[in-house]
C-alpha cells in the first residue's frame, strides 16, 4: 500500500467515525476530531495530497471544546466529504479503476448520519466540482437508509473484487537497469557543472541534492510514468535512490509519494518503456545551459543585463556604440546596415505605468527611422504591451532574446557567455527552489477549473499566491481567513495585517491614503469577466473598518461595467485593484527572477487614476 493511499483511506475511515459520532458521546467526538487533525498535519507537513481545508475547519477540529454538537459535526462532514470527493480526481490523486471502489466508501460513510443529520448536510452540502454520482438521501425511515446502506456495501464488495491490479514488470534487473542509467546522467551532469561553473555548482537543482525517483501508473499499459524529485539536503550531501516499488496510487504533480519534510528543489516526470526500460536522459547540456540561463538572470543586476542584451545583438550582426555627447539619453543603441535601435532596460528599475509614460515623453525627441526597444526580464503585462504599442516601441524579454538560441540549437554560445561572466555575479543562496515553488503554483492556477464548483480550490491557490508575492514585504506576515456565514457558498477572503516593512512602499501609502490598517484580498472564480455588481460586493469588507483598499483576483479581468465602477469607487476614496490569471502568473514570473510585484500594483492604480 502506497504512503498516499494509507492516508487516503484513513481519513475516510475517520470520516465514517466522525459521521457515526452522537450528541451523547462527547468523548469520541473530540478523539476523532483530533484524530482528523492530527491526519491532516500530517498530509500537510509532508506534502503528500494536495488537499485544501479551511482554516475554519482546521480551527473547529483543534478545539477542545463543544459549542454546538450537531452545527460542529456537519460543519466537519460537509468540509471532509468536499475533500474526500476532489481528491478523486486527477488534479488530486492519480490512480487506476478505483473511482466507484472509493465513492462507495464515502457513500456508505455519510450514511453513519441520522436521518435528520443527512436533511441538514444536503441543505448545506459544499458540493464538489468533481462530484461522481450524487444521490439524494431523504429516508422516510431508518430501514429504508439501512436498507441503502447495505446495497451500497455490497457493491463495495463487489468493486473490490472486481478491481484488478495491472501486470507490472518491474523485477530487479529492470530496476538496477534503471539505476544505472540515471546514476550515470546524473553523474555527467554534475561533472559537465562542475567543470564549467564550480563556484555555483550547488544551485542547480540536482546537483549536492537528494535525489529519489518512483515508477508510477500510467494512462498507457505500455509505460511508466517515472518521477524524478530533488530534495534539498543539508551540509549538500548528495544521494540517489531509486524506489524499487510500484506506485498504482499517488499524488498528482508533485506532492510527496514518501513521508518527507526536506525542502523539496525541483522535479521531472519522464516516460519510461515497460519494454526496453530505456530511459531519456533529462540532464542534456541543453537542459543545463537553460538552468543556467535561468540562475544567471535571477542574479544579475542592471548593468549586466545590458551587457547580455548588448551580447545577444551583436551575435545578430549589430554594432553598438555610445550616445553622443554628454547626457545619456537613453540605455543601450546599436545598428546593422538595415535598422538603429536604442534599448531601455527594465530590469530593477521602475517599470510601473507611470514611470514607463515618464520615460516614453522623454524619448519622444529621438529622430524618426531609430526604433525604440524596452526589455523587460519577463513580460510585464498587457497594460505595458499596449502603452508600449500605442507608442510605436517594440516590447522584448530577456527570455524571448535567450530562447532564440535554443531554437538555433546554439545554447552553447549562452553557456560561454555566462561561464565568462560568473566572477562578477553575486549569486543568492536557494532562488532555485523559489522558481519551482512559483512554477508549482502556475500549475495549480492553470489547472484550476472555473466557476462555482472550484471556488474553494481558487481561493486556497489565490491565498498561497498571495503568501508568495507579497509576505516578504511586511515585517511579520500575519493573514487571516474570513469565513462568509453561508455554510453551502463557503466564500472566503483573506486579510493580511498591514505591518510594512518600507515606509516609502506601496502598503506604506495604502495606509496612509486609504486607511488602510489591513489588506483585504478577495478571490471571485467567475466563468466571465467581473461586472459592476461583482465587483462592487468587495466594498462591503470596507465596513469592518480596516480601511478602504482591497484587490481581488478573477480569473478573466474586468468587464466595461466594472471598469466604471471601479473609477467611481476611486472618486469615493475607495480602491479596489484586480488582478487576473495572465497576471497573477506573470507576477510570479518576475517574483522567480527577483522582481517586486509591487510595482504592478502601482500601474493598476495609475490605470484607474488617468482613466478619471
Known sequence: MTVTRKYYEALIGTFEKIASCKANDPTSFLEYKQELFSLINRI????????????????????STIDDFEKEKLTIVNETHYELNECLHTTRLRY??????????IKIGLLNLPILELKEFQRILKQPEHYYFPESWDFDSEEEQIKKQKELQQLLKKESARKKKRKVNLTKPNIVRVEDQLTQFIADYK????????????????????????????????????RIHSYKTEKEKSSLAVIPDYYDFYPSYFSNLEEKTDKQVNAIVLSLSKKDFNLKNPFTEEN?????????????????????????????????????????????YCENSREKIVFEIFHTQKSNLEHLSKRIEELKSIPKGIKKHFVFTAFPGDSVKTLLSKNGIILETLFHLTDQQFYLKNSVILHWYIKNKLPEIEITKGSTSIEFEGNQLIKRLNNCEKGKLSWPEYESIGMDIFKFLF??????????????????????????????????????????????????????????????????????????????????????GLDPTAIKEQKELYDNDKLLIEFNDDELIEMIREKIFGKSPLERLESKKFEIIKKK
Open 96 to 105: 487506476g479503476g478505483e473511482l466507484l471502489y472509493y465513492i462507495y466508501k
Open 44 to 63: 500537510t507537513q509532508f506534502n503528500l495530497i494536495p488537499i485544501t481545508f479551511t482554516q475554519s475547519t482546521i480551527e473547529l477540529l483543534a478545539k
Open 288 to 332: 543545463i545551459h537553460r538552468e543556467l540561463v535561468g540562475l544567471f538572470i535571477r542574479n544579475v543586476n542592471e548593468k549586466q543585463v545590458q551587457e547580455l542584451v548588448k551580447f545577444l545583438y551583436k551575435c545578430q550582426g549589430f554594432s553598438f556604440a555610445q550616445e553622443n555627447g554628454s547626457n545619456k539619453q537613453f540605455d543601450l
Open 471 to 556: 509576505s516578504s514585504d511586511f515585517h511579520l506576515y500575519m493573514a487571516e481567513e474570513q469565513t462568509e456565514n453561508d455554510l453551502k457558498n463557503h466564500r472566503r477572503d483573506l486579510l493580511v495585517n498591514n505591518n510594512f516593512k518600507d515606509p516609502s512602499s506601496f502598503w506604506s501609502q495604502m495606509k496612509s491614503d486609504f486607511n488602510a490598517r489591513a489588506l483585504i484580498v478577495e478571490f471571485k472564480n467567475y466563468t466571465k469577466k467581473l461586472n459592476s455588481t461583482t465587483l462592487f460586493s468587495t466594498t462591503k469588507y470596507a465596513k469592518k473598518g480596516v480601511g478602504n483598499f482591497a484587490i481581488v483576483f478573477s480569473r478573466k
Open 191 to 226: 561533472s559537465y557543472i562542475f567543470e564549467h561553473y564550480p563556484s555555483i555548482a550547488s544551485e542547480f537543482s540536482f546537483y549536492s541534492k537528494k535525489v529519489r525517483a518512483y515508477f508510477t501508473e500510467a494512462m498507457s499499459d505500455d509505460i511508466f510514468e517515472f
